[in-house]
């Protein structure tokens, strides 16, 4: 199996190519299929989001002065 010769880092896209080398057509869509229902996962699979570890709209430095924020 491609994937186990490749120590378990082909994703879809690169079967696909392996499997086009050998004159097999197969669509990524259904390699996918294939794979989740096998349970298989490449290594370098990236998590599609990725929450900001601090909310980007409060303040990181405290008002020490007490200046008051005059926005006209």
Same mark, same amino acid.
């Given at each position: +199996?491609?994937?186990?010769?490749?120590?378990?880092?082909? !994703?879809?896209?690169?079967?696909?190519?392996?499997?086009?080398?050998?004159?097999?057509? =197969?669509?990524?869509?259904?390699? !996918?299929?294939? +794979?989740?229902?096998? !349970?298989? =996962?490449?290594?370098?699979?990236?998590?599609?989001?990725?929450? +900001?570890?601090?909310?980007?709209?409060?303040?990181? =430095?405290?008002? =020490?002065?007490?200046?008051?924020?005059?926005?006209?």
């Amino acid at each position: +199996m491609i994937f186990q010769e490749n120590r378990k880092v082909y !994703g879809t896209r690169r079967i696909k190519d392996a499997l086009e080398k050998t004159d097999q057509t =197969v669509s990524r869509r259904r390699l !996918g299929r294939f +794979m989740k229902k096998l !349970g298989i =996962v490449s290594k370098y699979t990236q998590a599609s989001y990725k929450p +900001m570890s601090t909310q980007p709209n409060e303040e990181s =430095v405290r008002n =020490v002065l007490n200046r008051e924020k005059n926005f006209k």
